[in-house]
């Protein structure tokens, strides 16, 4: 069973607007990661956002949690067509394994 | 330049035979990590190792072997390869273990068992 899942398989936006990937979660966790996976390539860490931090950005990603609703989201301002890929959330539950989500595809359309 | 190197980047296998996934880091972490990437699975985790000589189970590790003889080197052994094990295999390492530690990933091996 996922420890971790994003709660859409795919959304598809135009380029230049904004979307949000979200993410629930089931146990407490010490830290969030969120990762990037384009076509045919290993996946890419994005913003990792610990259990005390509410809000994490970096460039055009901003990543939130809330802990006591377990879930997180990464919001994308001013889509381009090379956002085009697979979201992952990823963490753990007091052990070392690292637990990924099943991932949500987000497609940019011209 | 590539810190976590796959090879091969691509193989077939035929069922019951004896296939090995090799990986290799420049990066100095301790830890390393086999994942298997099906469509609608996500990434799950098969096996893993923090120090040389000595590896852990993962959540999915049936089937699978694994090998760590030095701190750069990882590899997975498929000993009778099935076909329920075509996916596409990524190695990653870490400094440590646990959320608060990125994972760099590398490339990918695509098998395909027939």
């Known amino acids: 069973s996922q420890l971790a899942e994003e709660n859409l398989w795919a959304l598809s936006v135009h380029e230049g607007e904004s979307v949000t990937v979200n993410c629930s979660y089931k146990?407490?966790?010490?830290?969030l990661q969120w990762y990037r996976q384009k076509s045919g390539e290993g996946p890419a860490q994005l913003i990792l956002i610990r259990s005390n931090e509410r809000e994490k950005r970096n460039g055009r990603l901003r990543a939130t949690l809330d802990t006591s609703s377990q879930s997180s989201s990464l919001s994308i301002t001013a889509t381009r067509c090379e956002d085009t890929a697979v979201y992952f959330c990823a963490s753990n539950y007091g052990n070392e394994k690292i637990t990924f989500g099943a991932g949500t595809k987000l497609t940019i359309k011209p | 330049e590539a810190a976590v190197t796959q090879s091969p980047r691509s193989k077939v296998a035929v069922t019951g035979g004896k296939v090995t996934l090799s990986c290799h880091q420049t990066n100095n972490h301790d830890y390393m990590y086999w994942y298997r990437q099906d469509t609608g699975h996500g990434l799950r985790l098969i096996h893993y190792s923090y120090v040389a000589d000595s590896t852990e189970k993962g959540d999915i590790p049936d089937g699978y072997k694994a090998s760590r003889p030095s701190q750069e080197n990882f590899s997975l052994i498929l000993e009778l390869a099935s076909l329920s094990q075509t996916a596409v295999y990524f190695c990653a390492s870490s400094m440590t273990g646990g959320a608060r530690n990125t994972l760099y990933f590398g490339a990918g091996t695509r098998l395909s068992v027939l």
């Open positions: 146990t407490s966790i010490t830290a």
